[in-house]
């Protein structure tokens, strides 16, 4: 069994048995398998990044409004992370379910949940309304959110590993990976369409919500799109095939823990980025008051574009010079960019601006390649819940606490503990590859 993910694939090396084996298999097109990862993978995306945005722009004043403009925001992100420290149980929870029923069974449930979270947000009455039974609310409705992105988990992104020709698994890989900027590029001009068309009464009173509603809609639309895949026949058998069936938890902490940790490792510079260039700068503005939320959110929208440029981008410089060393050359020059990150986000306009497209376009190439350490270091046998669980403890460990960590210490600080956070990140995936390849060389 091999522990490592080499340079131009997602899966591990098979003898010739095994490639005749898998010849003999099922046929299922990468094409089809990747636009269901993008529908899939951007509801779920776009229903967080909502919440990231109304954990700047309305929660401190809807649910926190005793507190200061500073510590509601705080208190917001804390909620904001608990979705995270619940998904690695909501995976080992709907694995369970999976194995007494059927994955579609599974999906159905989890979207459910999702969606019923998502828009019990949407009717949450306000502190001033209820209380502290409405903060309440909000927590329960975010760890039912992070239960249920951690059922959500359907092995598409395993199969299509499994299902692309070797020198093109790189362009493969960051395909699934465009949904975080479609996303955050649709919640935001949402955010952006109400906030600039409604007085801040009304959007405070009621125009939040809209995004919200909207999340449920479509989560409704995904569900029916991935089940079209994972529940035909076609599909039922190239996972069975492939052995992308959910093993326990236990069984994969105890045979490949180290896996899960070197995976998750190996991606944390992309994924410590991850919410410092999305949510983050938006707070620091805001509490700065250094240009208007419209403004932000404009360019927000224009560091989407930049991020799915990036992600395209990654796939192609992966088929040429490898996804380790793509994740490794990405590491680098994010560590440059937390080099500058004080500079800039202390700027005017221009270099805030800066700040945040050449972080989308950095937070692109990085994260396109991200999957391919989440599904090539595990056997074909234990991809499926492997892959679900590395993606869990990656978001956990890199992204989780990014907002509350760099607001608060940056506020205390000053923004060099943001740079800070980010080469911390950096060092942990250039640690976790160069372990990697020592256990490459050693087999």
């Excluded at 907002?403 to 503990?417: D, E, N, Q, T, Y």
């Amino acid at each position: 069994m091999s522990s490592t993910f080499p340079d131009h694939g997602g899966a591990p090396a098979t003898t010739a048995e095994d490639i005749g084996r898998l010849h003999a298999r099922a046929k299922v097109a990468p094409g089809e398998i990747a636009i269901g990862v993008i529908i899939g993978r951007t509801s779920e995306q776009f229903d967080f990044f909502v919440f990231g945005i109304s954990c700047v722009l309305v929660f401190p004043s809807v649910l926190f409004p005793f507190a200061s403009h500073l510590d509601g925001i705080l208190y917001a992100f804390t909620v904001f992370s608990l979705a995270f420290i619940a998904r690695p149980f909501g995976t080992a929870l709907f694995m369970g379910f999976q194995r007494r029923w059927s994955r579609g069974t599974k999906l159905t449930i989890a979207l459910f949940l999702l969606g019923s979270a998502t828009a019990g947000i949407a009717f949450l009455p306000g502190y001033k309304q209820i209380g502290n039974w409405a903060i309440g609310l909000l927590i329960l409705f975010r760890l039912l959110q992070g239960i249920a992105q951690g059922g959500s988990w359907d092995g598409l992104p395993s199969l299509l590993a499994l299902n692309t020709p070797p020198e093109r698994r790189g362009w493969y890989a960051m395909l699934g990976q465009l949904s975080a900027p479609i996303g955050f590029l649709v919640a935001s001009a949402l955010f952006l369409f109400l906030h600039a068309s409604l007085d801040e009464g009304d959007f405070i009173d009621w125009g939040w919500r809209y995004p919200f509603f909207v999340a449920f809609a479509i989560n409704v639309v995904a569900l029916f799109a991935r089940l079209r895949l994972v529940v035909t026949e076609e599909y039922t058998v190239a996972m069975e095939e492939r052995e992308l069936e959910p093993v326990g938890i236990g069984e994969i902490l105890r045979t490949q823990g180290y896996n899960i940790f070197i995976g998750a490792f190996a991606a944390l510079a992309s994924y410590a980025l991850f919410h410092l260039v999305t949510i983050f700068p938006l707070s620091w503005i805001v509490l700065k008051n250094s240009q208007a939320v419209d403004s932000v959110l404009l360019i927000q929208i224009f560091g989407g574009v930049a991020g799915i440029f990036g992600i395209v981008m990654s796939g192609y410089v992966a088929d040429h010079i490898g996804r380790r060393t793509t994740l490794g050359v990405a590491a680098g020059l994010i560590g440059l960019f937390a080099l500058a990150t004080p500079w800039m986000l202390d700027g005017g306009k221009e270099l805030q601006d800066a700040f945040i497209i050449v972080g989308f376009l950095l937070l692109g190439f990085s994260y396109g390649q991200a999957a391919g350490s989440v599904t090539s270091n595990f056997e074909v046998r234990l991809r499926y819940a492997g892959a679900a669980l590395t993606t869990d403890v990656a978001w956990l460990i890199g992204a989780a606490f990014a907002p509350l960590v760099a607001l608060g210490l940056s506020m205390r600080f000053g923004l060099a503990a943001v740079s800070a956070y980010l080469l911390s990140g950096v060092v942990c995936t250039l640690l976790a590859l160069r372990v990697n390849r020592a256990l490459a060389a050693r087999e």
